[in-house]
């Protein structure tokens, strides 16, 4: 028999009274009254923009059930329904383990909301975050801790218009009356987006943070508000100064040589997501220093990468540092060993491209980065894997309708998919994987092209496609679904042309073209698709577009822009056709 100790007895019916003070408090207020309370000085047009869009919706707390029964007792304690239904909390457990240094995947927190009803009837809930903490499991310290912080206790207001610029006009009035961006996240198992503030010291109702929630996905408005100065917790709620954060900024160098030497140094391959290893193993394993190799790691768990174990006094992996292991299925190895090898060497002439209109990397290496890598085997290798590893952005496009349409054909009229520049056939091994009635065709370089091959090959699909050797101006006809994935933003706008009358020219009247590219948000808002506007500006010559761009690139070489859908990894698929070509007859009359 388990005996409960005293201690542990007190901390649950303190879990208990917090709980029922939280319930109570959401029985008794309402969002004109409060909203003052937390921001003092809020007043006229401001408190009646807010109060008119933001509706007080739940109390938030978070609590340490030891397992899902002592949760549901302190439900039944507060009178609050034990059937509520609960989710992962995806939020907080990244802010924990970002707090704490653990990895999230260790983290067991749900959310669950119990309803309660306001002063006037209003539906209303009691946010509650629990994290299951067992007896002995290594969790009470973290406990013992937001128990006294209470970092996760905030108060809630849900928008009922989810227009994007209503959030950001609200965002702002918050901003405006001395609220500060605190974190927040997407939630897919809810399909709602949370934005944190924390309040002026010393609210007199008594909770520092505010939670903005609006259902759906909202990223650019997170974006933008995760790239707030402030956005990061701050002792006693001091906001960081301009000077810290471009210190911060400056030190982005550092971050990419300490992931591309964890990755070089194979050290992600000699531990694990489970076990805690002392620096010396890993130093003799790896034929490191023990004490440099202590200070990356230490680095490198501040970037997530690895959590330090005070415990077992080491190290272990974590979910984003085994994306660096070189047996991982989709590695990103190779993108570490190429950001931190001949990219991160030209970035250091950014300066020469931005003055010239040059890339950098020819003015460092002296001739362009395609020719570089195919005089040296390796180098070439090492990039096609490391275009490779990004595939994760080619997930959704086997069910693209275009694709699916073309594998319904009759087994006499098999399609066929037609990859141009395809590389080490990753995505066409896909596409043909899923559909057993399509055949392929790859069109690169040679060596790309036997590399596809095998493949291909081990993929089991090898036997249904074609390997062409050649350039742009080889593209086969006859296809029924022309892809190019990631080229077009190699090239400046006239060899795009090019590129695209040669396919324009291959395809037959009812084929249709897929373009994978990263496109430019037409609103400013934050995209790794400005992050690569620059490195193709100082590695390739390149650029990326906004979709109207790649329309009018597309129509001058006679096609026509369908439509555009999104991708992972902030990629998205446009899709053209031949464009209609009017009856001469039609023009006359």
Not at 90 to 110: I, K, N, S
Not at 123 to 132: I, M
């Amino acid at each position: 028999m388990t005996t409960t100790l005293p201690d542990e007895t007190m901390l649950l019916l303190d879990d208990t009274a917090r709980l029922r003070a939280a319930a109570e408090f959401v029985r008794e207020h309402d969002s004109a009254a409060l909203l003052p309370l937390l921001l003092p000085g809020l007043d006229g047009p401001d408190l009646r923009a807010l109060a008119g869009h933001c509706r007080f919706a739940h109390a938030g707390l978070l609590l340490f059930p030891p397992d899902a029964d002592g949760l549901r007792a302190q439900l039944a304690a507060c009178g609050l329904a034990v059937d509520t239904p609960s989710h992962p909390s995806v939020v907080v457990r990244e802010r924990l383990a970002r707090r704490h240094r653990r990895d999230p995947a260790e983290l067991d927190v749900r959310i669950l909301r119990p309803h309660v009803h306001g002063c006037a009837g209003e539906r209303r809930a009691v946010e509650v975050f629990a994290l299951t903490v067992p007896p002995h499991s290594g969790l009470e310290r973290i406990a013992a801790y937001e128990r006294t912080r209470r970092h996760e206790a905030h108060l809630a207001f849900e928008i009922d218009d989810p227009d994007p610029l209503a959030l950001r006009g609200l965002c702002a009035i918050l901003l405006r009356h001395g609220a500060r961006p605190d974190g927040g996240g997407y939630n897919p198992h809810e399909d709602g987006t949370v934005l944190y503030f924390t309040t002026p010291a010393d609210p007199a109702c008594g909770y520092r943070r505010l939670e903005l929630y609006v259902r759906g996905d909202h990223r650019a408005a997170l974006a933008a508000h995760l790239d707030h100065p402030d956005e990061h917790h701050r002792p006693h709620g001091t906001p960081r100064q301009p000077a810290e954060t471009l210190l911060r900024l400056l030190t982005g160098a550092w971050t990419t040589q300490a992931l591309a030497a964890f990755a070089r140094l194979r050290l992600p391959d000699a531990m694990d997501t489970r076990t805690a290893h002392r620096t010396e193993d890993l130093a003799r394993l790896t034929g490191t220093h023990p004490r440099s190799l202590a200070t990356l790691l230490r680095y490198l768990a501040m970037l997530g990468a690895v959590a330090q174990d005070h415990e077992e006094d080491g190290f272990r992996l974590t979910e984003l540092g085994a994306l660096l292991r070189s047996d991982k299925p989709g590695s990103m190895r190779p993108l570490a060993l190429m950001y931190g090898g001949p990219f991160y060497r030209s970035f250091g002439e950014l300066d020469h491209a931005v003055r010239t209109g040059q890339p950098a990397f020819d003015h460092l290496f002296g001739e362009n980065h395609f020719d570089h890598f195919a005089r040296d085997p390796e180098l070439a290798a090492l990039f096609d894997r490391s275009m490779a590893a990004s595939s994760r952005m080619f997930e959704p496009l086997p069910d693209h309708p275009v694709i699916t349409a073309a594998a319904r054909k009759p087994a006499s009229e098999s399609a066929t998919v037609v990859d141009i520049a395809g590389g080490n056939g990753e995505l066409l091994g896909r596409i043909l994987t899923a559909h057993p009635r399509l055949r392929g065709v790859l069109l690169e370089r040679p060596h790309a092209a036997l590399a596809a091959r095998r493949l291909l090959d081990a993929a089991g699909c090898g036997a249904r496609c074609d390997y062409r050797a050649g350039d742009f101006a080889d593209v086969p006809s006859g296809g029924d679904v022309y892809v190019l994935s990631r080229v077009l933003h190699d090239w400046d706008d006239d060899r795009c042309r090019e590129i695209l009358r040669h396919c324009a020219r291959a395809m037959p009247a009812h084929a249709d073209l897929l373009v994978v590219e990263r496109l430019l948000p037409a609103d400013g808002s934050p995209s790794l698709a400005t992050a690569w506007d620059l490195h193709m500006l100082c590695n390739v010559g390149g650029r990326e577009r906004r979709a109207d761009h790649y329309a009018r690139l597309l129509a001058d070489a006679g096609l026509q822009l369908v439509g555009h859908s999104p991708l992972p990894l902030d990629a998205h698929v446009l899709h053209a056709r031949r464009a209609a070509v009017p009856d001469p007859a039609t023009r006359r009359s």
